[in-house]
């Protein structure tokens, strides 16, 4: 009776954590792929198109689909900033929404992605950009978690990380 208990005991800890962490690491995958693939497009089209600047791209899809939306036919096909980086996502059906912001050289980011503040917070010397990914990882509507890379920091930050 007693190793009944210990078992159900753990599997009420376990199960939920586990549930959890499988449900997490699904949108990792999809975040990473789609910032290499935003800064290799900002990086190609600020040398090929910008004269050393970045394409600023809005809110696409307009909000989290815990389910995958085609994002081809919602961001690609419609929004201009999109078609003009020639955004190839790795996967069609994207969980996440995607955000660019630029600027200018000798400019200070205002309103930057809360996770990827610039350096002592001052003006950056090189034209700049941020990427911000917006995911509902606990598909309730609720609290969103927030992802962000930026041109002066490469590395991947998050907040509220399935929270």
Do not use: H
């Amino acid at each position: 009776m007693i190793v009944v208990v210990l078992i159900g005991v753990l599997a009420a800890v376990v199960i939920p954590n586990w549930t959890t962490s499988a449900r997490n690491k699904k949108y990792d995958p999809e975040i990473s792929a789609m910032f290499t693939e935003l800064s290799t497009r900002e990086e190609q089209y600020k040398s090929e198109v910008g004269n050393g600047s970045y394409l600023t791209a809005a809110t696409c899809p307009a909000t989290p689909a815990p389910n995958g939306i085609d994002f081809n036919n919602t961001c690609v096909t419609g929004a201009l900033p999109w078609v003009t980086l020639r955004v190839n996502p790795t996967d069609s059906s994207i969980r996440c929404t995607y955000a660019i912001t630029t600027g200018l050289a000798g400019s200070t980011p205002a309103g930057y992605a809360p996770c990827a503040a610039p350096p002592v917070n001052r003006a950056i010397s090189a034209a700049w950009y941020w990427i911000l990914a917006t995911c509902d990882m606990n598909a309730d509507g609720g609290v969103n978690a927030t992802f962000c890379m930026s041109s002066w920091d490469t590395k991947q930050y998050n907040l509220n990380y399935g929270r």
